[in-house]
């Protein structure tokens, strides 16, 4: 019997793929065994299942920096996740790495990011868990919440990219003894996280006059470059040009003027456009729309119901049964402008004329 097409592209990946890449056939599998697809690879699958689902879609909805932006040029969840799958996607295939697995994670890095950015991450940990991270939330959404509470039963290898894709405001290359994704694949995912938002955060912070690219350091503009094609190109070439392979193995690195710039550039971001008047300010008003919409849905069981009807979300199969853990899914699962739009409905009074009609 002849090779199936997914085979014969399996063939494929040992003669272009790095030893230190991972290769499809060589999957640690999924929760759930399945029969392998005749046409694609176990990430190619992946990659699919990620893009067709409802919390992709959602993404395009949910604010990256700016508020529910009118500026059809400003970035969203869906775009930032886009110009990240490309940036990793550039990176691995320069270092011969497994492009299919590295896309897979960068598509489905953010699923579990609530509406209004960190803000929505932020009254979460304040009124549900300490422990809540976006992070956790996309991997309960490709293994819960996702098609009808049975998931999505992604591989191992993306599930632990999209888990541990995270950086916060930690180290932009962790140390060795740090917990960090099996795959070279993941920490690829993981930097052209990075690499992406302090591109294009800083692009649309001058776009909206939140600051000038005048007040950006001149070291930072120097190394990392002044338009937003120079300064991708810069750091995705110093990542790919520094980085060592040998002996099987693979060790990323950037160069010590590049983490400096990137170091400060993020640091510049964070105190002068995440923490701006402009911008703070408006998350204050959506941390009070979430905070309110949590209380409203813990009071209000069939409005819960409602709400997971109208997200094509299922409780009956959460993990967790408590109302505090259906409520947070359905906040983290809603976008901008449902959330405004139900806070709206529940909290301003209607108007007279259409209780008469």
């Known amino acids: 019997m002849s090779a199936s097409i997914r085979e014969a592209y399996e063939a494929r990946e040992r003669n272009f793929i790095a030893p230190f890449g991972c290769l499809s056939a060589e999957t640690k599998g999924r929760a759930?065994?399945?029969?392998?697809?005749?046409?694609r690879t176990a990430f190619q699958v992946d990659?699919?299942?990620?893009?067709?689902?409802?919390?992709?879609?959602?993404?395009?909805?949910?604010t990256q920096v700016f508020l529910s932006?009118?500026?059809d040029d400003y970035r969203?969840?869906?775009?930032?996740?886009?110009?990240?799958?490309?940036?990793?996607?550039?990176?691995?295939?320069s270092l011969l790495l497994n492009e299919d697995l590295t896309e897979a994670i960068a598509l489905g890095h953010?699923?579990?990011?609530?509406?209004?950015?960190?803000?929505?991450?932020?009254?979460?940990?304040?009124?549900?868990?300490?422990e809540f991270s976006h992070s956790d939330q996309s991997l309960r959404v490709v293994e819960v919440l996702e098609n009808e509470g049975r998931g999505l039963n992604l591989t191992h290898e993306v599930r632990e990219g999209i888990l541990r894709h995270s950086k916060g405001f930690g180290k932009i290359m962790p140390d060795p003894s740090d917990e960090?994704?099996?795959?070279?694949?993941?920490?690829?995912?993981?930097?052209?996280d990075l690499m992406a938002y302090l591109n294009h955060d800083l692009d649309d912070a001058i776009r909206s006059g939140v600051i000038r690219l005048e007040q950006v350091p001149e070291d930072c503009v120097k190394t990392?470059?002044?338009?937003?094609?120079?300064?991708?190109?810069?750091?995705?070439?110093?990542?790919?040009?520094?980085?060592?392979?040998?002996?099987?193995?693979?060790e990323l690195k950037l160069s010590r003027k590049m983490l400096a710039a990137?170091?400060?550039?993020?640091?510049?971001?964070?105190?002068?456009?995440?923490?701006?008047?402009?911008?703070?300010?408006?998350?204050?008003?959506?941390?009070?729309?979430?905070?309110?919409?949590?209380?409203?849905?813990?009071?209000?069981?069939?409005?819960?119901?409602?709400g997971l009807a109208d997200l094509k979300m299922s409780s009956g199969n959460h993990d967790e049964q408590r109302p505090e853990r259906i409520v947070c899914d359905l906040i983290a699962s809603m976008t901008d402008g449902y959330a405004m739009s139900l806070y709206s409905r529940l909290f301003f009074p209607t108007p007279l004329q259409h209780l008469v009609n």
């Open 262 to 306: 990137m170091y400060k550039m993020r640091k510049f971001l964070y105190n002068n456009v995440y923490r701006s008047p402009q911008v703070h300010g408006e998350f204050e008003k959506a941390k009070k729309i979430l905070s309110e919409l949590f209380a409203y849905f813990l009071a209000n069981p069939e409005e819960l119901a409602k």
């Open 110 to 130: 953010d699923l579990g990011h609530t509406p209004f950015g960190h803000s929505g991450e932020t009254v979460l940990k304040e009124i549900y868990s300490p």
């Open 32 to 39: 759930v065994d399945e029969a392998p697809c005749p046409v």
């Open 224 to 250: 990392i470059g002044r338009s937003h094609s120079e300064r991708a190109s810069r750091m995705i070439k110093d990542l790919i040009t520094t980085s060592r392979a040998g002996g099987g193995l693979l």
């Open 69 to 71: 932006p009118l500026g």
């Open 76 to 93: 969203t969840r869906l775009t930032h996740t886009l110009e990240v799958a490309q940036i990793a996607r550039s990176i691995s295939r």
């Open 47 to 62: 990659r699919d299942r990620i893009v067709y689902s409802n919390a992709f879609r959602r993404l395009k909805h949910k």
């Open 180 to 192: 960090q994704a099996g795959t070279n694949e993941a920490k690829v995912v993981r930097l052209a």
